[in-house]
């Protein structure tokens, strides 16, 4: 990590400016301070959709109101009597519940989406990302393409042909986008009743989404990150135990800006009998597995699979689900329930559960725990850029494989339509051999930062039907990838044909299995009309 992956140079105004508010204001990596939630809240939403760094965002479009409104010291009120009450319940009695009681905002820009996966790993923190859909990747700072090379390869002969590789796919992307701009405007036209402006955020979106494979995993994104004292000290532990020397480099430098905001819930990190003893353990336990895990699968090829397998349920799962429904509205015991689920028709189960998930009128009423006494596993094999998006769920059970380019590519049909596919293949090709030219220098942790994001990646999912409901009916809305709605609405069907539960399935009522084409049309159909309703509340 270095001074140039931050792409602002503030003047000294702007600096004093910012400096009430942020933990620095010349290094990429920085925490958010004497400002309200909501601001908080606010700043890290406009984020994911701009190409601005979060400071210069706040220059540009909060400090006038913040500035006026909030004391910069208000926030440092008491700040070192309830410090060394916190240092001395943790050092004393061990209590770690007391670290969920406080929390910080974290920004961590110019990462690459290697890093970016291992920052959203954790289930109780929040995260925002810069969005491949509304940012084209065209910039370039010091002259040079927005990605990461990684210092692993520091005088290695695979340096040059790395960058030489990515050079070509940055530049690819570019030259492509306004042609594939202009075959989907000659593809679906604009409607009269579309504003210039919701016809060009659309035709941009679907030209983004169509060209982001060709976006190499080392490509740098900005990410805001909100948690407390005790998920970042499970972050940093595992950041520091890894063996990317970027992910080792960014738990260094959140550590000192965390220390800025919340230091009582982070002392026993870097104690050599505490934090130390912890990363240790995560370290030689990973390399031991590896070396153990080797001679066992070493020569077995990966079978064909389809994308999506769904590969362990529950028969009686249904069932289990309709006598957890009649526990709340029961005084009987677990098992005599099952007992009488077990009993009832299949109608009538179904009558019981379609009761119980009620009238819903949009997909955020939600049925209650009674859907989490069932879970789904479901193997997945889709392209990186599907991946990034589904991986960002939290309240589930997922993993995955290191990104590699033995499962192939996918290929979106707008790029032969535009005749682009000569172009694509070799970018895929040329990314498969700088793949195999790093594993070959010694490098196999390194190498998935040289696939580029249209590669297949093989993870699975476990998720009770609760979790399934929320992930499947928000990833299929119209406004959705392509990618990852083919994936979530799949999974809705193996629930209802694969594991017979199709009360269940049927609850999901707002899986969307239509095909659109313009995916973001409603949707920025929609915020126009909100936007226009505030500027003419009488209309």
Known sequence: MTRAATADDFTPDEARALAPYFTNTDRPVFALKNLP??????????????????????????LDQVAAAVPAESATVGSQRADKLYARLLGEYGDDSVAQLGGAHVACEGVSNVLTKVLEWGRLMAYLEQSTRYVPLTDRSNGRWKYLVPAELDGSPVRETFVRTLDAAFETYARWI???ETHFRTKYPQSPRDSDSVYRAVIRAKALDTLRGLLPAATQSNVG??????????????????????????????????????????TRIDQPDRGGRWIDYLAATRRAFQTAADPIVAGADAGPRPEVVLTDFDPDGETKVVAAALYGASALPDDQLIAI??????????????????????????PGRAFERTTYRFDVLTDYGAFRDLQRHRLLTLDWQPLSTRHGYTQPAAIEEAGALADWREIMERSAELYD???????????????????????????????????????????GHPAYRRVCQLMHRAIAEVAGHRGIADAMQFADHSEVELERLQQERKIEEKRNRTVNPTT
């Open 178 to 180: 306004p042609a594939i």
């Open 225 to 266: 990150l909100f948690g407390t004292g005790q998920a970042y000290e499970a972050l940093l532990l595992r950041m520091f135990a890894h063996p990317l020397r970027e992910v080792r480099a960014h738990a260094d430098a959140m550590l000192a800006e965390l220390r800025q905001i919340i230091p009582a819930f982070l």
């Open 341 to 366: 689920a077990r009993r009832l028709s299949a109608d009538e189960r179904a009558s019981l559960l379609r009761a119980y998930t009620g009238t819903r009128t949009n997909r955020r009423h939600k």
């Open 37 to 62: 939630e909501t601001v908080k809240g606010a700043l890290f939403a406009r984020y994911s959709r701009s190409a601005k760094s979060l400071r210069r965002l706040f220059l540009d479009e909060f």
């Open 437 to 479: 030219a790093l594993v070959d220098d010694g490098r196999r942790d390194v190498a998935p930062y040289g696939v580029v994001m249209a590669y297949r990646v093989r993870f699975y999912m476990e998720m009770n039907a609760r979790e399934a409901m929320h992930l499947i009916e928000l990833r299929t809305a119209p406004q």
